[in-house]
């Protein structure tokens, strides 16, 4: 049952050479990762770019009266039971605690349906609240609980997911690259020291990092791109010092020496170029990455601050009402998983197109 | 050959065997319509060029064509009497090791790293022999002596990694024969040792055979230990046996003109190197076979007759045939010309 | 071999020290811990008084090297944000947690992960090993919070299999050990798929098939041992994910353990906690590390003997 690898005289019979390359460029054209694509365009550029012009209401202020509304499909208004359960602490989905219930049930909002025999409501019980309204195409996806619409806010976290992973891929890449052919290029102590520090980021848990670093600095969106850029520096020092090793070795780079280019222009002239593929790889691949680590930041409450429509703290925001309202967490959580999946879909089509070896990191 | 001597002395005998590899991109014939057999004690050499189905030929005989794509779309494997093609997956684990074993074509990666050589070997032996552990013991111990390791009870703990190439052969040797096979295909089997080795290697191999009366099949690119081991030689041309029969034969009279490019391309000590032939082109894609001669782009006695059709096979002696459309009485094109031997070789 | 894991276990050491080192830097950048200690409206003599008590009037290099000795008797201060309790108590009541979290999310990753792998390796270009190709996609896709929510919506809330959160009986360590253990199942098994992939496709195998040994135990003994070399390098960073994870899925599920401990911590600004806290992740994931080349080793003999 071993595994079938093609040889390579299995390939097809030699074709004339145009016919050759149109068949080519058309292979590539369908082997497009087109839904991903698609979904990123759709997902996360339009929205991000457009998100002023083509949400349909306030990303921060809410209708009071709209709050915790389903989406549009879910159009029936339906009652709502619930057993309730003593506050505590640890328990965050706990949404009403016994007062909050017992002021509910006075105020005629809802009834006891379980229990209550006198009169009062007891840990236990089971409420039943008054019907609430159904959904509409007035807010696609419904409402948090302070009636802002989530329709908008997903597209304006779309703009902030962006912003925040462009920003820190270029400022970690940036310095990782940096530092990787610097390291490369001095090599000697140069090269220890920084390679040295690398192992040591490297063998650290990167959330745990993030989060005392921001606990230093403070949150904030500034903070938040340079503790991701701190977080990715390291895995670009070491591959592109890597590639940039191999670089070095060739002739050109010995020919430029000679004919007495200076050290940075080397660097810049004669290596970066060639490392192009390999950075823009990388960072196609980080982009996942990096909307993973930010919203996680943002969901801990250390990373975006809140009113901002962060997918991580509109899933926060949500957190609370799985129970009552799971509109307000999961589809945040899903813009997240559809556009990290789909980036990395598009990140790995490219490595295997561009820089096939990068493979196995 | 009769038929009595079919029954006694024929323990492999191979008739029309396909064996088609199913890509995405097409179907490569590797095995495509073989057929031989082979008798008691005998050595059987296959040779052809790299890529012609030798590997592929081994591998079906112990039914272990790399699955799924590969597959055995044809044919007959009698081994010992049974047509091995009809047994299941079970039945063929009491085949393969016991009537017939293989030795792979790298002795550097059969070796599996993470065992001792003794578990491997052992591992073998308990296949056949269900027995307590001091004996098994006491079998791996003389497996390892048999193939001329020296300590063998210190060996038996050694890993893979700890072993000269020549060494880790000699275990995949007594790996393979450790549960006496009537048949034993070596698969290239001294390609990755140096020269002194690899004829002590060939040496051990002709002793064992000498003792036990086993069968080999001994699949090569060298003519040249052809010459030194095999009693008998098929010659394969992408995916087919273009000619076979005795060595002394084949040497001193080979009918084919690829048989002949090759018996001339073996280098011999007293010829100047200019006189070396060696053979122009490629052999043709298995995954794009030609109608006709699949040689005929190579073959410099070719006429349109060679593109048409398949030749037919000629007998010009007991039991050495040949494909090839020169050897017919009514030939049209270049005829061969009277082949002279290289001095030095068998015949 | 003893050798061996000497020279890892020094390294090991020398790794902790250094990342005690910075914890203790960072932590004390994180912000004034006097905040915490004090009410607003505190005088110049309290702040001189806490300040006092706590060392916090002494040079940095001073408090560092106090914070070394203390560390050397295994001493790791005084929780600042929680009254009465030593960073050594609040550690030992909440490590329990986090372990049986930990190790329930590693068993679950390692018993599906493994066999799956295989599983599609051997089942290469089927149904099977499309599903499990997106599924391991999907799990390095979801971030461990999204997993852990999602999984609470569905099994707790939708279908009330298990509690939402809290603490208590195994019920309510199912879901956050799923959820913690997700991204490794999925990477686990990638990794899995691939080595068992080029194993199978190895001359030993193919001599173990000739040899005739039966197909389970090519696959189970021949094939399993040296795929499991790869995937087992990984291990360490699969220390650092359920060390990681731990803290959000804590979070998330509000099991009290050291992850939801340090959040509140850095929350609270109690930079000791933090650096007891850190220090210990940072400690473990040393060991784990130790533990995984000693076990490599173990499985490779080719290590072992260089
Ligand atoms: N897994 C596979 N998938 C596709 N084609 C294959 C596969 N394995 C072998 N082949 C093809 O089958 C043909 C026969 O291969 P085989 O290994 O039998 O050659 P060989 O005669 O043993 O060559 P060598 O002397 O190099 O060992 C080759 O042309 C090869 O390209
Ligand atoms: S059949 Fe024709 S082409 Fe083929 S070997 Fe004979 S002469 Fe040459
Ligand atoms: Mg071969």
């Given at each position: ?5 093609t040889?390579?005289?299995?390939a097809?019979p030699?074709?004339?050479?145009r016919?050759?390359?149109l ?7 369908r082997?497009?990762?087109v ?5 990123l ?8 770019i457009?998100?002023n012009?083509?949400?349909p209401?306030s990303q921060?202020?809410g209708?009071l ?5 389903p ?7 339906f ?6 359960q003593?506050?505590d602490?640890?328990r965050?989905d706990?949404?009403?605690g ?5 002021r509910?049930?006075?105020r ?33 996806l419904g ?17 902030i997911?962006?912003m925040v ?20 290029y001095r ?21 745990l ?19 991701i850029?701190v977080?990715?520096?390291a ?6 010092r ?6 070095k ?8 020496r ?9 660097m ?8 192009v593929?390999t950075v823009?790889?990388?960072?196609t691949?980080?982009?996942?990455h ?22 991580g ?7 609370d009402?799985i129970?009552?309202?799971?509109w ?19 990140g ?6 561009l ?7 | 050959?009769?038929?009595v ?8 005998e ?17 095995v495509?319509g ?6 008691k004690?005998?050595?059987?050499g296959?040779?052809?060029?790299s ?11 112990l039914?272990l ?7 055995i779309?044809?044919g ?9 093609l ?23 990666t059969s070796?599996?790293?993470v ?28 497996a ?8 063998p ?22 790996i393979a024969m ?7 295909i070596?698969?290239e ?19 064992i055979?000498?003792e036990?009366?086993?069968?080999i ?8 230990v ?6 008998r ?7 087919r046996?273009?000619?076979?029969g005795?060595v ?7 009918a084919?003109?690829?048989?002949q490019?090759?018996i ?6 007293e010829?100047?190197v200019?006189?070396?032939y060696?053979?122009?082109g ?8 030609p109608?006709?001669c699949?040689?005929?782009?190579r ?8 593109y ?12 050495h ?13 270049t ?11 068998a015949g | ?7 890892r ?8 020290f250094?990342?005690s080192t910075?914890?203790f ?21 309290q702040i ?14 001073m ?37 049986k ?32 190709k997106?599924?391991?996609i999907l ?6 919070f999204a997993v ?8 707790a809330?939708q279908l009330n ?13 199912i879901?956050?050990?799923v959820?913690l253990g997700?991204?490794n ?7 899995t798929?691939?080595?068992?992939l ?6 030993y195998?193919k001599l173990?098939?000739?040899?005739g040994?039966?197909e389970?135990?090519v696959?189970?003994?021949?094939c399993?041992?040296?795929a499991?070399?790869v ?12 060390i ?7 979070t998330?599920f509000?099991w ?5 401990l340090?959040?509140d ?7 000791v ?6 220090l210990?992740f940072?400690?473990a994931?040393?060991?784990i590390?130790?533990m ?10 080719r290590?072992?003997?260089t």
């Open positions: 049952m071993a595994a079938v690898t040889t390579p005289e299995v097809a030699s074709t004339p050479q016919e050759n390359r068949v080519s460029g058309l292979r590539v054209a082997e497009l990762p839904i991903p694509l698609l979904v365009i759709l997902l996360l550029a339009i929205p991000a457009f998100a012009q083509l949400a209401h921060r202020i209708v009266d709209d709050a915790k509304l989406p549009f499909w879910i159009s029936e208004s009652e709502e039971r619930m057993v309730v003593r506050a602490r640890n965050l706990v949404e009403i016994l007062s909050n219930a017992q509910k049930v006075e005629g909002e809802a009834t006891i349906l379980v229990g209550g025999e006198d009169g009062e409501v007891n840990p236990g019980d089971t409420l039943r609240f008054q019907a609430r309204k159904g959904g509409s195409m007035e807010y696609p409402t948090d609980k302070q009636g802002r619409d989530i329709l908008s806010r997903i597209m304006h976290g779309a703009r997911s962006l992973s462009s920003l820190a891929i270029l400022l970690g890449g940036g310095l990782g690259t940096l530092l990787g052919m610097l390291a490369a090599g000697g102590k140069t090269d220890s020291i920084i390679m040295r520090i690398v192992d040591i980021k490297l063998a650290f848990p990167s959330i990092l993030a989060l005392v670093l921001v606990a230093a600095i403070g949150a904030g969106f500034t903070t938040v791109i340079v503790v850029a977080l990715l520096w895995r670009y020092a070491r591959v592109v890597g590639e940039a090793l191999a670089i070795q060739q002739d050109f780079i010995d020919r430029a000679v004919s007495g280019a200076s050290n940075a222009r080397i810049m002239r004669h290596i970066f170029p060639n490392l593929n823009v790889v990388l960072a691949l980080e982009v996942g990096v909307i993973i680590l930010e919203s996680t930041l943002s969901f801990l409450g250390a990373g975006i601050p809140a009113p901002t429509p962060a997918w703290v509109m899933v926060a925001d949500g957190r009402l129970t009552t309202a799971w307000i967490f999961l589809f945040p959580c899903l813009a997240i998983v559809l556009t990290v999946l789909s980036m990395n879909l598009l790995d089509w490219l490595r295997d197109k820089d096939p070896k990068l493979r196995n990191i | 050959m009769t038929a001597q079919t029954a006694t002395d024929t323990i492999l191979v008739n029309d065997l396909k064996t088609y590899i199913f890509t995405r991109a097409a179907t490569v014939k590797a495509d073989i057929s031989f057999n082979l008798r004690g005998e050595t059987l296959i040779v052809g060029e890529g012609c189905g030798k590997t592929m030929t081994a591998l079906s005989l039914r064509v790399p699955k799924p794509a590969g597959r779309v044809e007959e494997i009698v081994l010992n009497g049974e047509d091995i009809q047994k299941s997956e079970d039945e063929m684990r009491d085949v393969r090791g016991r009537q017939i074993s293989m030795i792979l074509q790298d002795p550097q070796l599996n790293p065992f001792t050589i003794g578990n491997q070997l052992r591992e073998a032996l308990g296949i056949a022999h269900r027995e307590n552990k001091s004996s098994m013991l006491s079998r791996a111990v003389d390892l002596r048999k193939v001329n390791v020296a300590a009870e210190r060996r038996l703990d050694d890993y893979p990694h700890q072993m000269s190439g020549g060494m880790k052969q000699r275990v995949v040797g007594a450790s549960c006496e096979p009537g048949v034993i070596a698969d089997p001294t390609t990755a040792l140096d020269v002194t080795i690899q004829l002590q290697y060939l040496r051990l191999l002709k002793e055979q000498a036990t009366g086993l069968a099949i001994f699949i090569t690119h060298d003519f040249g052809v010459a030194r081991m095999c009693d030689v098929a010659v394969m041309y992408a995916g046996i273009i000619e076979q005795d002394r034969d084949i040497f001193s009279r080979p084919h003109p690829y048989t490019a090759l001339n391309s073996v280098p011999k000590l010829q100047s200019d006189r070396l060696s053979i122009d490629q052999p043709p894609l298995l995954s794009n076979l109608e006709g699949r040689f005929a782009p073959c410099p006695y070719v006429s349109d007759q060679c048409e059709a398949y030749p037919q096979s000629y007998t010009l002696n007991e039991g045939y040949a494909d090839c459309w020169a050897l017919d009485a009514d030939w049209q094109g005829p061969i010309e009277e082949f002279v031997p290289p001095t030095g070789t | 071999m003893q050798a061996y894991i000497l020279r276990v020094a390294q090991g050491i020398l790794a902790i250094v990342i910075i914890t830097a960072l932590a004390r950048v994180s912000g004034d811990p006097l905040n915490v200690l004090l009410p607003e409206e505190a005088s110049e003599e001189e008084l806490i300040k006092a008590e706590w060392g916090l009037d002494k040079p940095l290099h408090q560092y090297f106090q914070y070394l000795g203390k560390l050397f008797r295994g001493d790791l201060g005084e929780a600042m944000a929680w009254p009465n309790s030593t960073a050594t108590e609040l550690i030992i009541e909440r490590l329990p947690n986090t372990i979290l930990s190790a329930l999310a590693l068993v679950v990753s390692g018993v599906i992960a493994f066999p799956v792998g295989v599983l599609v390796a051997i089942k290469k270009d089927t149904p099977f090993d499309y599903g499990g997106l599924f391991a799990g390095q896709s979801a971030p461990t852990g929510l999602i999984l609470m919506w569905i099994f809330v299999f298990f509690p939402t959160s809290g603490s208590g009986g195994v019920e309510y360590m879901l956050p050990a959820a997700y991204y199942v999925a990477a686990l098994m990638r990794l798929r691939s080595s068992m080029e194993v199978l496709d190895t001359e195998v173990a098939r000739i040899k040994v039966a389970w135990k696959i189970w003994k021949h399993f041992r040296n499991l070399i995937p087992l390098t990984y291990f360490g960073l699969i220390g650092a994910v359920l990681t994870g731990s803290v959000v899925i804590e998330v509000a009290p353990g050291l992850g939801a340090v959040i911590a850095i929350l609270f600004r109690d930079y906690v933090v650096q007891a806290v850190v210990l940072a400690a994931f040393v060991i590390n130790i995984v080349d000693v076990l490599y080793a173990y499985i490779d003999p290590i072992r003997y």
